[in-house]
Structure formats: C-alpha cells, structure tokens
Nanobody
Framework: QVQLVESGGGLVQAGGSLRLSCAAS????????MGWYRQSPGKQRDSVAT???????VYADSVKGRFTISRDNAKNTVFLQMNSLKPEDTAVYYC??????????WGQGTQVTVSS
C-alpha cells in the first residue's frame, strides 16, 4: 500500500515562510518524479513545482524565485521551501509522486493559509 504523508502546512503572514514535507512509503516502484500541486476553492489543481529523480526542477511562473523544491532520494521524501509568501499562495497543497510506469499517487493535502 502506497502512502504519502505530508506535513508543514499552516497559517503564516504575508512575507513569511513555510516548509512542506512529503514522505512516500510502500510499494510504488521506482520514482520518476515528485512534486507539489495546489488547489484553491473553485479552481483547478495546478502544478507548483516538480523535481525528477535526476534532480531537474520545474516551477510555476507564479512561484519562481520564491519557492524551492528538493528531495531526499534515500528517504523518498520531497520538500517545498516557500518564502515571501503571498495571500494568493493560499491553497491546499498536494504531494504527487509519479513512478517509472507513469502511475501517479497523491497525498491527502495540507492547508497553507497566508494572511495579508
């Protein structure tokens, strides 16, 4: 059984920082990529940042220069360091893992709220 456990969400003032973590466990095969998505009420779930097993990263334009994704391959854990947070970053953040068979697993989501 695959399990993605997210942590690190919460309430922060604009300009503050948060660090999200997602630990993957279970039989999911070899990981191709890990990433973070977010979804606000009434909106679609959008990609925030992705990191491949080789370390290549991709960021949404809205978070470039403010967010940093990293991973610990040995522990199958992905992190998202979020700095200079803005109210528009408020959303539920979901961890996503894709294996080499292109099968996708999702975490349960963690709420990030940025107050103005």
């Amino acid at each position: 059984q695959v399990q993605l456990v997210e942590s690190g969400g919460g309430l922060v003032q604009a300009g503050g920082s948060l660090r999200l973590s997602c630990a993957a466990s279970g039989s999911f095969g070899s990981i191709l990529a890990m990433g973070w998505y977010r979804q606000s009420p009434g909106k679609q779930r959008d990609s925030v940042a992705t990191i491949t097993s080789g370390g290549s990263t991709v960021y949404a334009d809205s978070v470039k220069g403010r967010f940093t994704i990293s991973r610990d391959n040995a522990k199958n854990t992905v992190f998202l360091q979020m700095n200079s947070l803005k109210p528009e970053d408020t959303a539920v953040y979901y961890c996503r893992v894709q294996n080499t068979y292109y099968y996708t697993y999702w975490g349960q989501g963690t709420q990030v709220t940025v107050s103005s």
